[in-house]
């Protein structure tokens, strides 16, 4: 009886061991193991590939997102049962994708031909999953490989495109069974890793000015977030931290730092306004703007003081255009989908501000002491067309801010941070990220982290960011460089298919 389900277990503990490859553990060498571990044992199963396929990824997702657990049960308001039971029923939904690649793989080819038409089926995979449903891209192979020689192909072909690459080797891996699949195996893989090692060598784009940056962490627990009576003491958290900052070229507070809505802000928003005029920087904000006319509200980012360094006056005044509005909205979080029917059911379904109003796909830089930068917010940095597409020729740098309090002492937060250093990397771009309980850090153009504060504290941070210019293969390829590289492989599946019959 063990003998049969032992297939079954190592498909649940591969695909739940990738958690040690990402962030904050990142055991990178894992990756290729444990996923060649899994294939072999889909081959074994060769009669059941989407099962197969589910299982590995139930392993994945369930021991790899369990931190979306902690906000549901600690801010859902949800019976620990249902909690455990939403968990279950998203990792079984995003376990669909990778069932869905084995099972095409398996229908079409026989397992020789694997190492050619998988990587195809898998890239398709999770290219779905990026966008049904509005998408949810944790987690792809590609991000764990942040530390390894692999990252080199970041700037050409993306995180998706390292996820095709470790496909390609962990197939060949999971078919080995005499010296000569070894051997090309690990030809295979010393190829890549060796190629991936001199391309990191290589700087993509060309360094600019030196900007001082410092961020404030606030560390404002999330059950007050959103508590009136606690408006007052949070504001004063932020501008006491950032009385230390004001020597800086650019101030940024994190997701919502000032947690009154913008038309009933005006006061404070003039006196930060103001202060930052008179000490000559500009200071980027979190905050929610409400529309008491129309009833929309939009999760935004301001900026105040000093547009550019030769400003004759502060640039802040309620509506400028000097603004972000957040695009890609997080379901339940940010938006509620069938509101009608879901908000009556439990509290998940009715936190505070879950209705927001959706901004530009693309919109204008902010620009803040005469600085350009390309925002992301929260979730949005796990987009990486999404922030490619507010990256222009003059953008300096990229701005993410969140607010990492709703998963508690997880891993979470240390994967976001993971993903906005892969953004960097990708797009030749440095990363500032400002969050309210951390994890807050600067981030270079080659995805290394610079300076960082510790979570669960509060205080503040500067240091020098270097903007960049041009533009990376990958910001003018995009995915094509991955789709050329899955569908060549395919393409010669199909032949070798053919010429065997």
């Known amino acids: 009886m063990l003998k049969r389900f032992t297939p079954h277990l190592l498909l649940l503990l591969s695909g739940a061991s990738l958690t040690l490859a990402f962030a904050p553990f ?18 074994k199963l060769k009669h059941r590939p989407f099962l197969a396929g589910w299982l590995f990824g139930a392993g994945w997702f369930g021991a790899g997102i369990s931190w979306v657990h902690v906000s549901i049960a600690d801010f859902g308001g949800l019976p620990i049962a249902a909690s455990i039971g939403i968990m279950a029923l998203l990792c079984g939904y995003l376990s669909l994708y990778p069932a869905l690649a084995t099972k095409l793989t398996a229908k079409y080819f026989s397992p020789h031909l694997w190492p050619m038409a998988l990587p ?27 530390e390894s020689p692999l990252s080199g192909f970041a700037p050409i072909i993306g995180e998706t495109g390292i996820s095709a690459l470790i496909v390609i080797s962990a197939t060949l891996f999971a078919l080995i069974h005499n010296k000569r699949t070894f051997a090309n195996a690990m030809l295979v893989a010393l190829c890549l890793f060796t190629s991936g090692y001199l391309l990191k060598q290589h700087t993509w784009v060309t360094s600019q000015k030196t ?30 931290l950032t009385e230390s900052l004001w020597d800086n ?81 997080l379901p339940v979080g940010e938006f509620v989908p069938f509101e009608d029917w ?48 507010n990256v222009y020729e003059n953008t300096d740098m990229i701005i993410t801010v969140s607010n990492d309090a709703w998963f508690g002492h997880s891993h979470g937060p240390a994967q976001h941070l993971q993903i906005a250093q892969m953004r ?39 240091a020098p960011v270097v903007a960049t210019r041009g533009f990376t293969p990958y910001y003018h390829l995009q995915e094509l460089g991955v789709w050329f590289i899955v569908i060549l492989l395919f393409v010669s599946a199909l032949l070798l298919r053919r010429r065997q019959r």
Not at 437 to 453: K, V, Y
């Open 26 to 43: 990142n055991m990178w060498l894992l990756t290729i193991p444990a996923l060649a571990l899994a294939i072999r044992q889909v081959i």
């Open 120 to 146: 195809l089926f898998w890239v398709a995979a999770e290219w779905l999953r990026s966008w049904m449903l509005t998408g949810f891209p944790w987690l792809s192979l590609g991000y764990s490989q942040l």
């Open 211 to 240: 900007y001082s940056v410092g961020m404030a962490q606030g560390n404002i627990a999330q059950s007050l977030r959103w508590v009136p009576e606690q408006d007052g003491p949070t504001m004063d958290t932020y501008w006491k």
């Open 249 to 329: 070229d650019l101030i940024i507070w994190p997701e919502a730092a000032v947690p009154k809505l913008e038309p009933l802000a005006q006061p404070y928003l003039a006196k930060v306004n103001e202060r930052a005029f008179q000490e000559n920087t500009a200071l980027i904000t979190g905050i929610v703007n409400y529309n008491w006319e129309t009833d929309e509200a939009w999760n935004n980012l301001i900026v105040l003081g000093k547009r550019t360094p030769d400003a004759a006056y502060p640039d802040y005044q309620y509506f400028h255009n000097n603004r972000f509005s957040k695009h890609h909205l």
């Open 342 to 389: 879901l908000r009556p059911l439990a509290p998940l379904f009715d936190l505070p501000m879950s209705s927001f109003s959706r901004g530009d796909y693309q919109q204008a830089n902010l620009e803040a002491n005469g600085i350009h930068l390309a925002p992301a917010i929260c979730f949005e940095i796990a987009f990486p067309h999404q922030v490619m597409a």
């Open 424 to 462: 960097a990397l990708e797009l030749g771009r440095p990363v500032v990220r400002a969050t309210n309980n951390g994890i807050t850090a600067f981030i270079d153009h080659r995805g290394e982290i610079t300076a960082r504060l510790p979570q669960f504290m509060a205080g503040n941070i500067s």
